[in-house]
């Protein structure tokens, strides 16, 4: 049995989880084809392959009044169902008890295999490594590698509070949030109402990318950027402050691990007018600042 203590960005959502009962938010999933020609059998076989090799799949929460701890002793429910309505299959977990589970989904035709996994465990990434690692079971194609890096994390997390890199983060965020309480948000709907709007711009990938190469950026720093001067003009107002969320994979241990390793990172933008070739170097820079501290 592992026993181990949550790392600091597991804690922040176990926390917030506790106070206000998130109920299926912080759920994660994927879903992954098997094929027609698979078994059930087989299907289950390979699940519990990819289980042994991520025992945090196993894991539970025990919240002991001091600090809740991590017990990776229980494998999760595998259960068989024809029903693909994904709205059905996702649920809320009960912390106690498991932190994930699977439904290998029987359409004759077709095979599935729905994952669902509480975000305290597993983020974006590891959706795509619990996927990965099943196909190549399914092909005899996978290494015997236990994946420990939760264990790893958890440390790390627990030595980083006594090393001096703790107190440069403290004052590099004591530094450049110090204006936060002059930045302006945005009100709230008259209505009350919240939502998500959508505006898919299509074949302009390439582009993009091409833009980000030519002025020595990434992607993602390029994204944003362009969304912190966007929320800018909204607001009326040259500096925002919002959070943004990076992969937190730095350590080699975490590149191929299922967990909760990404990070919530607050950022306040400066977003005067500008040349945008300055302002793009600017974030870029900001960007870097943050990632060293």
Same mark, same amino acid.
């Given at each position: 049995t592992i026993i181990c203590p949550l790392s600091e960005v597991q804690l922040g959502v176990y926390l917030d989880e506790k106070v206000n009962n998130r109920n299926t938010a912080y759920s994660t999933y994927s879903i992954i084809d098997c094929g027609s020609d698979t078994s059930i059998?087989?299907?289950?076989? *390979?699940? /519990?392959? !990819?289980?042994?090799?991520?025992?945090?799949?196993?894991?539970?929460?025990?919240?002991?009044?001091?600090?809740?701890? /991590?017990? @990776?002793? =229980?494998?999760?429910?595998?259960?068989?169902? +024809?029903?693909?309505?994904i709205s059905n299959l996702v649920s809320a977990f009960d912390l106690e008890k498991s932190l994930s589970r699977f439904y290998i989904i029987d359409k004759n035709e077709e095979k599935t295999v729905f994952f669902e996994a509480h975000h305290i465990i597993n983020d974006a990434v590891g959706c795509t490594i619990v996927e990965n690692d099943l196909i190549n079971v399914l092909k005899d194609n996978l290494d015997d590698a236990v994946d420990l890096a939760f264990i790893h994390a958890s440390y790390d997390s627990f030595k980083s509070k006594f090393e001096s890199r703790y107190e440069r983060a403290h004052e590099f965020y004591a530094r450049h949030l110090a204006d936060i309480d002059e930045i302006k948000q945005l009100p709230n709907d008259s209505k009350g109402c919240e939502g998500i709007v959508s505006l898919p711009?299509? #074949?302009?990938?390439?582009? !993009?990318?091409?833009?980000?190469?030519?002025? #020595?950026?990434? !992607?993602? &720093?390029?994204?944003? *950027?362009?969304?912190? %001067? =966007?929320?800018? +003009?909204? /607001? @009326? +107002?040259?500096?925002?402050?919002? $959070?943004?969320?990076?992969?937190?994979?730095?350590?080699? %241990?975490?590149?191929?691990?299922? #967990?909760?390793? +990404?990070?919530?990172?607050? &950022?306040? !933008?400066? @977003?005067?007018?500008? %040349?945008?070739?300055?302002?793009?170097?600017?974030?870029?820079?900001?960007?870097?600042?943050?990632? $060293?501290?």
């Open positions: 059998e087989e299907i289950e076989g *390979a699940i /519990l392959s !990819v289980i042994d090799k991520h025992p945090i799949l196993k894991s539970r929460l025990l919240d002991n009044d001091i600090m809740p701890l /991590l017990i @990776c002793d =229980t494998n999760p429910d595998i259960n068989i169902t +024809s029903d693909d309505d711009i299509r #074949g302009i990938k390439e582009s !993009v990318e091409n833009f980000a190469s030519a002025n #020595g950026i990434t !992607v993602g &720093i390029l994204l944003n *950027a362009a969304f912190a %001067y =966007t929320y800018s +003009s909204f /607001l @009326c +107002s040259d500096k925002v402050y919002f $959070n943004f969320t990076e992969h937190g994979r730095h350590e080699d %241990y975490a590149r191929n691990a299922v #967990g909760m390793f +990404s990070r919530t990172v607050p &950022i306040l !933008v400066d @977003c005067k007018k500008d %040349y945008i070739n300055e302002y793009l170097k600017y974030f870029s820079d900001l960007h870097k600042q943050w990632q $060293n501290r």
